[in-house]
């Protein structure tokens, strides 16, 4: 099946610092991923849609400027924490469906990434 | 995009059959229904998907009737495994947009 991957799997870093994640499809191409925050007992949150080759979409109370996407190819986006504080501690998920299958809803997700802000 | 309601949590035993039921009365005529299952610290895995009456595979099936405002997730002879946090989704599958989640059912097999 679909595999997406995402590096690192947990980071720790200090406060004011940036924290680069990176969402891969390793055997599918995707024009669309998405990045979801998940804090603990609680649900997935949207946080941002990252389109290929063009800006992300933000959902509403996300700070662009704070929380940076690039989707660089079809194979790769990123998510950049800037400035990381305390209560951007989360887990990060990202997914992406393959082009061409027509099911918008059957999203392949990655493992996630644990970061921690001290 | 429809609302879905689900239980928030449930309890079972091994062994036993596990229903999960989602409603959605404001399913739309182009929306399927799709369900995953999270893991803790894991992202979520896509179980099943379905429009209208039974879906099965080697996981799970689906039961959707025919007014299509609820469904009904059913694991078989669940194991310590299955427990996790099942997800009830409902949206058009062919439109390019975002997917919502709600809060789940957090689902806690015992042995």
């Known amino acids: ?118 | 995009l429809a609302k879905t309601t689900q239980p928030i949590s449930m309890d079972s035993y091994e062994g036993q059959e596990v229903n999960i039921t989602c409603s959605h009365n404001n399913i739309a005529t182009n929306d399927y229904i799709t369900w995953y299952q999270q893991f803790p610290s894991q992202g979520p895995r896509f179980i099943i998907q379905g429009y209208k009456t039974k879906v099965t595979n080697e996981v799970a099936s689906l039961f959707i009737p025919a007014d299509r405002k609820s469904s009904t997730l059913s694991l078989p002879r669940v194991s310590l495994s299955d427990t996790a946090v099942y997800y009830c989704l409902v949206g058009d599958v062919n439109r390019d947009d975002k997917i919502i989640f709600g809060k789940g059912t957090r689902l806690h097999i015992l042995p």
């Open chain 1, 1 to 118: 099946g679909a595999v997406v991957s995402q590096h690192p799997s947990w980071v720790i870093c200090k406060s004011g610092t940036s924290v680069k994640i990176e969402c891969r499809s390793l055997d599918f191409q995707a024009t669309t991923m998405f990045w979801y925050r998940q804090f603990p007992k609680q649900s997935l949150m949207l946080m941002a849609t990252s389109n290929e080759g063009s800006k992300a979409t933000y959902e509403q109370g996300v700070e662009k400027d704070k929380f940076l996407i690039n989707h660089a190819s079809l194979t790769l986006s990123t998510l950049t924490v800037t400035s990381a504080h305390p209560e951007d501690s989360s887990f990060y998920i990202c997914s992406a469906s393959p082009l061409g299958t027509g099911d918008h809803y059957e999203q392949y997700f990655g493992p996630g990434t644990r970061l921690t802000v001290t």
